[in-house]
C-alpha cells in the first residue's frame, strides 16, 4: 500500500508562486503516473497535471504555460510548481499515484490527503 504526503500549500498573492510537494511511502513494486488533481469548493475534482514514469507530462489547459510537473523515480517523489498563480487557482490540491504493489497485480491508485492553496489579494 502506498502512502502520499503532500506539503507546499499555503496563501499567496495573484501573480505569486507556491511549490507543492508530494512523497510517496509504503510497500509497492513500483509507480506509474502520478499526478495533481484540484478541488474547489462547490467543483468537481479536476485533473490539474500527470506525469508518467519516463518523464512524458499533460496539463489542463487552464494551467498550461504556469504549472510545471516533475517528478523523482529513485526519491519517490513528484513536485508541481506554480507560478503566475490567479484566484481561480484557489483550491485543495491532491496528489495521487497509480502503483502495483506487486509485480504481477493490478494498478491501483492512492491519495493525499489534500493541501489548500489560496490565491487572494
Known amino acids: 500500500q502506498v502512502q502520499l504526503v503532500e506539503s507546499g500549500g499555503g496563501l499567496v498573492q495573484p501573480g505569486g508562486s507556491l511549490r507543492l510537494s508530494c512523497s510517496a511511502s509504503?510497500?509497492?513494486?513500483?509507480?506509474?503516473?502520478m499526478s495533481w488533481y484540484r478541488q474547489a469548493p462547490g467543483n468537481q475534482r479536476e485533473l490539474v497535471a500527470t506525469?508518467?514514469?519516463?518523464?512524458?507530462?499533460n496539463y489542463a489547459d487552464s494551467v498550461k504555460g504556469r504549472f510545471t510537473i516533475s517528478r523523482d523515480n529513485a526519491e519517490n517523489t513528484v513536485a508541481l510548481q506554480m507560478n503566475s498563480l490567479k484566484p481561480e487557482d484557489t483550491a485543495v490540491y491532491y496528489c495521487?499515484?497509480?502503483?502495483?504493489?506487486?509485480?504481477?497485480?493490478?494498478?491501483?491508485?492512492?491519495w493525499g490527503q489534500g493541501t489548500q492553496v489560496t490565491v487572494s489579494s
Open positions: 506525469i508518467i514514469r519516463a518523464g512524458l507530462t
Open positions: 509504503g510497500s509497492f513494486f513500483d509507480i506509474n503516473n
Open positions: 495521487n499515484a497509480v502503483y502495483r504493489r506487486l509485480k504481477f497485480l493490478e494498478f491501483q491508485e492512492a
